[in-house]
């Protein structure tokens, strides 16, 4: 045998024959599946106290440990794994080149009857026919949904893992699990010359009836599954970089347990005089990681915020930020020269009257698009990043506890001091506004849609519709 792999995994779900495909493999001399090795709820098998001398609190303790036992072992070992085992041998197991990958999968609903069946007759393996218990299961939308969720999500994991590491898997379906050439093809994969003439005949497929005649609400069930989303076309797509958390960029009350998460360009002047008047009075700022956790172990009652705002709005900002900062410069020249955005000479700037703002703002919308979709190479900076990519970045450190909105901030941030058991000054905070030109005075149905295609996922994330001025 050529070793190309020290050991493998059966990456699989209940239901989708891999209790037959580690029968039909372990025929050949020197090969060994050792079941579920890292179930939950036992080691290997239902019937076994321990697996290479490891007991199940032994596994609980240390699960790399028992993964070291099965590489090592003699012979070429391997065993079955499923979304919901052990998490903490999961990338262990995915990112090593040296564990051979099978991936086995099988139509999901023919996998959530089966499963129905099983849990209600008691009847995991069928060895003899005559053993068979009937049972109808009903289709259940909801139910079905959220399992598919959980097994789309581990495929995908399967996938990137293997992507990122270069590697590459064996798929295989139910069906291919019963052809011998299948089998073989396989363990030429694995490095084994070794073949088989049949499929192990210690099990028998137990539903191998028509679907119309093993569920009670077949007719629901196809209207059902008619409205599935199975390729999600729903999503809202996300080709934006990932962020950091920003923690520099933080802002605590010096003397009260409020820690603010700026989201650029907001003009928060009001919202940081605000913060600098709770409690005793002034700001901390400057954070790194370090700092900024030893103020939160100080202020054990800490709650932290930051203010999303209309995408429409926030574009505003952005723009005006652009057209007034120094370090944008090269932008405006390449708004100019190559993404068709009629903007006049930096010096002439201040002087746009409302409606070639307006039409200068609607040509840098239908460049955020573009940008935010990846299709250029200009970097796609923090300040016109989606809130929704901000906020996840805020999350590797810590996710904010309330997320405020600009037209209500006055309730959102009482509401925030009420939890935090901290007094709110009597002057609540507004947002600055940043652009020259008034949003009331140029909007139109063009740009709330041109800010709608630049930023689909902060609409539909958050549930903003239509742009209305503040009161």
């Known amino acids: 045998m050529t070793k190309a792999f020290d050991y493998f995994v059966i990456l699989a779900e209940m239901r989708t024959g891999s209790n037959l495909l580690e029968a039909t493999l372990t025929q050949v001399d020197g090969l060994h599946c050792h079941g579920e090795a890292f179930n939950p709820d036992y080691v290997g098998s239902p019937k076994l106290n321990a697996l290479f001398g490891m007991s199940m609190a032994d596994r609980l303790k240390d699960p790399l440990a028992l993964l070291h036992r099965i590489r090592s072992a003699d012979g070429f070992n391997g065993f079955r794994f499923f979304f919901d085992h052990e998490p903490r041998v999961v990338d262990a197991i995915l990112n090593d080149p040296r564990c051979a990958k099978i991936v086995l999968t099988r139509n999901p609903v023919d996998c959530y009857i089966s499963l129905k069946i099983a849990y209600n007759t008691k009847r995991w393996q069928l060895t003899d026919v005559k053993d068979k218990i009937a049972w109808k299961p009903p289709f259940k939308p909801a139910e079905f949904e959220a399992f598919l969720q959980d097994r789309q999500e581990f495929?995908?994991?399967?996938?990137?893992?293997?992507?990122?590491?270069?590697?590459?898997?064996?798929?295989?379906?139910?069906?291919?699990?019963?052809?011998?050439?299948?089998?073989?093809?396989?363990?030429?994969?694995?490095?084994?010359?070794?073949?088989?003439?049949?499929?192990?005949?210690?099990?028998?497929?137990?539903?191998?009836?028509?679907?119309?005649?093993?569920?009670?609400?077949?007719?629901?069930?196809?209207?059902?599954?008619?409205?599935?989303?199975?390729?999600n076309l729903a999503r809202t797509p996300n080709f934006e970089p990932r962020r950091g958390p920003g923690v520099p960029r933080f802002i605590a009350a010096a003397g009260a347990p409020l820690l603010y998460m700026p989201i650029q360009p907001l003009g928060d002047g009001p919202i940081r005089d605000w913060l600098s008047r709770l409690g005793k009075g002034g700001l901390a700022e400057d954070f790194t990681q370090k700092t900024l956790r030893a103020w939160m172990r100080k202020a054990p009652a800490h709650r932290s915020f930051t203010v999303i705002r209309h995408p429409l709005t926030?574009?505003?900002?952005?723009?005006?930020?652009?057209?007034?900062?120094?370090?944008?410069?090269?932008?405006?020249?390449?708004?100019?020269?190559?993404?068709?955005?009629?903007?006049?000479?930096?010096?002439?700037?201040?002087?746009?009257?409302?409606?070639?703002?307006?039409?200068?703002?609607?040509?840098?919308?239908?460049?955020?698009?573009?940008?935010?979709?990846?299709?250029?190479?200009?970097?796609?900076?923090?300040?016109?990043?989606?809130?929704?990519?901000?906020?996840?970045?805020f999350a590797q450190f810590a996710p904010p506890d309330l997320l405020c909105r600009e037209d209500r901030l006055e309730q959102d941030l009482a509401f925030l001091c009420r939890g935090a058991g901290v007094k709110?000054?009597?002057?609540?905070?507004?947002?600055?506004?940043?652009?020259?030109?008034?949003?009331?005075?140029?909007?139109?149905?063009?740009?709330?849609?041109?800010?709608?295609?630049?930023?689909?996922?902060?609409?539909?994330?958050?549930?903003?519709?239509?742009?209305?001025p503040l009161d």
């Open 155 to 231: 495929q995908i994991r399967i996938q990137n893992a293997l992507q990122i590491t270069g590697q590459t898997a064996f798929y295989m379906d139910y069906e291919d699990s019963l052809r011998p050439e299948v089998i073989n093809g396989l363990l030429k994969h694995l490095g084994f010359e070794a073949m088989i003439d049949s499929v192990a005949d210690t099990l028998v497929r137990q539903n191998p009836e028509e679907m119309a005649d093993k569920v009670r609400n077949f007719p629901e069930m196809e209207a059902a599954l008619q409205r599935i989303d199975w390729s």
């Open 314 to 393: 926030r574009a505003h900002d952005i723009f005006a930020a652009v057209l007034d900062r120094d370090g944008q410069a090269d932008l405006r020249r390449a708004l100019r020269a190559q993404y068709d955005v009629a903007l006049p000479p930096d010096e002439e700037l201040a002087g746009m009257s409302a409606s070639d703002y307006r039409a200068a703002l609607l040509g840098f919308l239908r460049f955020l698009k573009v940008n935010l979709n990846g299709q250029m190479p200009h970097r796609q900076d923090m300040l016109w990043a989606s809130q929704w990519t901000i906020i996840q970045g």
């Open 424 to 468: 709110s000054p009597p002057q609540a905070p507004r947002t600055e506004p940043l652009a020259p030109v008034p949003l009331a005075a140029i909007h139109d149905d063009e740009l709330e849609d041109a800010a709608r295609d630049a930023y689909p996922r902060d609409y539909v994330t958050f549930g903003f519709s239509r742009w209305k």
